[in-house]
Nanobody
Framework: QVQLVESGGGLVQAGGSLRLSCAVSGSIFRMNAAGWYRQAPGKQREMVATITSGDSTKYVDSVKGRFTISRDNAKKTVYLQMNSLKPEDTAVYYC???????????????WGQGTQVTVSS
């Protein structure tokens, strides 16, 4: 059974850094596009950063220059390095990936369980 397992969240002071990891558990053929999303209390979930299988990246304007998304295909892991954190970055962060489980299979969308990031002022 394929699952996305997130780690790295926590409490940090404004200006600090955290690195989130999203590891794919289970046997897969390939991980296509992946991304990080976040949802703050009372707000809709928003895209934070995405990365394609060719390593093209995209970021929401509010994190450009502060966050970096990357991937290690050999480890089946996607990372989100978050620097210069601000209180407004406080949210539950979710990992998303399109996973292909076999050579003849189509890609399916998977989500992690979420990890809390809290930035204190």
């Amino acid at each position: 059974q394929v699952q996305l397992v997130e780690s790295g969240g926590g409490l940090v002071q404004a200006g600090g850094s955290l690195r989130l990891s999203c590891a794919v558990s289970g046997s897969i053929f390939r991980m296509n596009a992946a991304g990080w999303y976040r949802q703050a209390p009372g707000k809709q979930r928003e895209m934070v950063a995405t990365i394609t299988s060719g390593d093209s990246t995209k970021y929401v304007d509010s994190v450009k220059g502060r966050f970096t998304i990357s991937r290690d295909n050999a480890k089946k892991t996607v990372y989100l390095q978050m620097n210069s954190l601000k209180p407004e970055d406080t949210a539950v962060y979710y990992c998303n990936a399109v996973i292909v489980i076999g050579p003849l299979a189509v890609g399916n969308d998977y989500w992690g369980q979420g990890t809390q990031v809290t930035v204190s002022s």
